[in-house]
């Protein structure tokens, strides 16, 4: 899990998480209150995590003739690929 670059305290997941979700909005240190910004490259890890795996089992992969299990396999794989992309993303000190 990525820590601060200045006193190397621990982001939560859940800071990470709620990060992407609001626009990729930097993170506030709990401890020196440095701000930290989210990476191009990490962003990219986020779209690779949760966009590509559904729309590419969507699109091409359907291994079942009903819309609606496909939409239910898709949107499974991307709350699996949401929920792991903190875990691999990284955030740079502001300066």
């Given at each position: 899990m990525q820590k601060c670059e200045k006193c190397n305290a621990h982001f939560s997941w859940s800071e990470i998480y709620k990060s992407f979700w609001r626009n990729y909005k930097p993170i506030k240190c709990n401890e020196c209150d440095t701000t930290h910004k989210i990476t191009?490259?990490?962003?990219?890890?986020?779209?690779?995590?949760?966009?590509?795996?559904?729309?590419?089992f969507g699109y091409s992969l359907p291994p079942f003739s009903n819309g609606l299990v496909i939409l239910g396999i898709a949107i499974f794989i991307f709350i699996i690929g949401s929920l792991l992309a903190p875990f691999l993303v990284t955030f740079k000190k502001s300066l």
């Open positions: 191009i490259p990490s962003r990219l890890i986020f779209v690779s995590f949760t966009i590509l795996p559904m729309l590419i």
